[in-house]
């Protein structure tokens, strides 16, 4: 029978429950109307084929904790709860804690709205030791799969859209995966290294086959339901996340983001010519006016590197400091080309324009290395191992995490 809601409190436990054929994990943000039908379809259709446990990671603001506490009572596996004060990485942060938690071989990610059919959870895993894959991917668009939940052409439009955008930018890394943007999928635990992931956002698959990758990949189809109650956390900001994550994923190695670094550079010119032409026709003179001007182009690459390419780096440094430093080094580029210019030409026998053309690579390889090292370097970490180190599995329950607090939230047998 459906679990009902029960009016006496579950007791809070201290550890994780012991370990399962496969840890399902669930991140929600207020989901309080869907939990019960939940637990309930996973209890009609998972138990019965592989002994299974539910961990939610919840940063919802309403009553799904306390929800999912007294639905639990009724459930025949194990139910914990984590829930999380800051939501950091969003929903991508949400399954790396349940990640670093999950006690199970194989870990089944799908969301708490009721779209992904948990019925497919025991194909998920039985495909994956079938075919000996690492990553199982439940896909909309495989022969029997379908989209059909999601609700108007704009959605369709634009979940198609971000899936050829993710394939195009990484093909190597997403090669055998047909639906990048599905948030239902099985993963051995083995394969995962949390430490690497970088969540920004609600698509977690894609960060766990760039940043984990190679992974050897299996699907199966599965028709996108409807969402069972509540409203769809897929906004406008989220999208502009997606966006961004895209970035800084294709950013990630030293090369790419060279090349990114140098595409902003040349948007910067946009600004500083106008600013040129407006302070010309204002009676500047020319020279002063090229300097001013130039402020105007490094104000807008400062600001699309911030947001775009060093965005996870700003935390290294005060912001004030970080201005101070890449208004430095774009400004020094402009003292330093004319002397490598006047080198190249008198030492090196160059024409002027060639010798023009080697001081603006020179300069501009230059910038861009002071510019990671100087302005957005990182920190060098500790590297803290063994059993109840923070941050550190141990063999009695999961790694500790700042303003997480867990919870068993049922009482059944291991």
Same mark, same amino acid.
């Given at each position: 029978?459906?679990?009902?809601?029960?009016?006496?409190?579950?007791?809070?436990?201290?550890?994780?429950?012991?370990?399962?054929?496969?840890?399902?994990?669930?991140?929600?943000?207020?989901?309080?109307?869907?939990?019960?039908?939940?637990?309930?379809?996973?209890?009609?259709?998972?138990?019965?084929?592989?002994?299974?446990?539910?961990?939610?990671?919840?940063?919802?603001?309403?009553?799904?904790?306390?929800?999912?506490?007294?639905?639990?009572?009724?459930?025949?596996?194990?139910?914990?709860?984590?829930?999380r004060d800051a939501p950091d990485g969003g929903l991508g942060g949400a399954v790396v804690a349940g990640l670093r938690a999950a006690t199970s071989d194989w870990v089944v990610v799908m969301d708490g709205d009721l779209q992904?059919?948990?019925?497919?959870?025991?194909?998920?895993?039985?495909?994956?030791?079938?075919?000996?894959?690492?990553?199982?991917?439940?896909?909309?668009?495989?022969?029997?799969?379908?989209?059909?939940?999601?609700?108007?052409?704009?959605?369709?439009?634009?979940?198609?859209?971000?899936?050829?955008?993710?394939?195009?930018?990484?093909?190597?890394?997403?090669?055998?995966?047909?639906?990048?943007?599905?948030?239902?999928?099985?993963?051995?635990?083995?394969?995962?290294?949390?430490?690497?992931?970088?969540?920004?956002?609600?698509?977690?698959?894609? !960060? /766990?086959?760039?940043?984990?990758? $190679?992974? #050897?990949?299996?699907?199966?189809?599965?028709? =996108?339901?409807? *969402?069972? %109650? &509540?409203?769809?956390?897929?906004?406008?900001?989220?999208?502009?996340?997606?966006?961004?994550?895209?970035?800084?994923?294709?950013?990630?190695?030293?090369?790419?983001?060279?090349?990114?670094?140098?595409?902003?550079?040349?948007?910067?010119?946009?600004?500083?010519?106008?600013?040129?032409?407006?302070?010309?026709?204002?009676?500047?003179?020319?020279?002063?006016?090229?300097?001013?001007?130039?402020?105007?182009?490094?104000?807008?690459?400062?600001?699309?590197?911030?947001?775009?390419?060093?965005?996870?780096?700003?935390?290294?440094?005060?912001?004030?400091?970080?201005?101070?430093?890449?208004?430095?080094?774009?400004?020094?580029?402009?003292?330093?080309?004319?002397?490598?210019?006047?080198?190249?030409?008198? !030492? /090196?026998?160059?024409?002027?324009? $060639?010798? #023009?053309?080697?001081?603006?690579?020179?300069? =501009?390889?230059? *910038?861009? %290395? &002071?510019?990671?090292?100087?302005?957005?370097?990182?920190?060098?970490?500790?590297?803290?191992?063994?059993?109840?180190?923070?941050?550190?599995?141990?063999?009695s329950g999961p790694p500790d995490q700042a303003g997480t607090s867990a919870e068993t939230a049922t009482g059944a047998a291991a």
């Amino acid at each position: 029978m459906r679990p009902e809601h029960r009016t006496d409190p579950a007791p809070d436990g201290t550890e994780l429950p012991e370990p399962g054929a496969v840890t399902i994990v669930v991140p929600t943000f207020n989901e309080q109307d869907n939990v019960a039908e939940l637990l309930y379809r996973i209890t009609e259709s998972v138990p019965a084929r592989l002994p299974c446990e539910v961990l939610f990671v919840d940063d919802s603001t309403d009553q799904t904790p306390r929800v999912i506490r007294e639905i639990a009572q009724d459930c025949p596996f194990p139910v914990t709860v984590l829930h999380r004060d800051a939501p950091d990485g969003g929903l991508g942060g949400a399954v790396v804690a349940g990640l670093r938690a999950a006690t199970s071989d194989w870990v089944v990610v799908m969301d708490g709205d009721l779209q992904h059919p948990p019925s497919l959870v025991p194909e998920l895993v039985a495909t994956g030791e079938k075919e000996g894959a690492q990553l199982v991917v439940a896909s909309r668009y495989l022969p029997g799969g379908s989209r059909a939940g999601l609700s108007g052409i704009s959605r369709v439009a634009v979940s198609r859209a971000s899936t050829w955008l993710a394939k195009g930018l990484f093909p190597r890394a997403l090669r055998g995966v047909s639906d990048p943007m599905s948030g239902f999928f099985a993963i051995r635990r083995a394969a995962v290294h949390p430490d690497a992931l970088k969540p920004l956002g609600y698509k977690i698959l894609l !960060e /766990l086959a760039v940043r984990n990758g $190679p992974l #050897t990949v299996a699907e199966v189809p599965f028709v =996108f339901q409807e *969402r069972h %109650a &509540g409203t769809s956390k897929s906004t406008l900001r989220e999208g502009l996340r997606y966006l961004r994550h895209l970035v800084e994923l294709r950013t990630a190695a030293p090369l790419a983001r060279m090349l990114v670094f140098g595409l902003i550079g040349l948007t910067g010119f946009v600004p500083n010519l106008l600013a040129l032409a407006a302070l010309t026709r204002t009676g500047v003179h020319y020279l002063p006016a090229e300097i001013l001007a130039n402020q105007a182009g490094v104000v807008w690459n400062f600001l699309l590197i911030e947001g775009l390419l060093f965005r996870e780096r700003r935390r290294h440094r005060h912001w004030a400091d970080r201005t101070a430093r890449f208004a430095v080094l774009a400004n020094a580029d402009l003292v330093l080309r004319i002397p490598l210019i006047a080198l190249f030409v008198r !030492e /090196l026998g160059m024409a002027v324009l $060639p010798a #023009t053309a080697l001081a603006l690579v020179t300069t =501009f390889v230059l *910038r861009f %290395a &002071g510019t990671e090292a100087l302005v957005y370097a990182g920190k060098a970490r500790t590297s803290r191992t063994g059993p109840g180190t923070p941050g550190t599995p141990g063999p009695s329950g999961p790694p500790d995490q700042a303003g997480t607090s867990a919870e068993t939230a049922t009482g059944a047998a291991a």
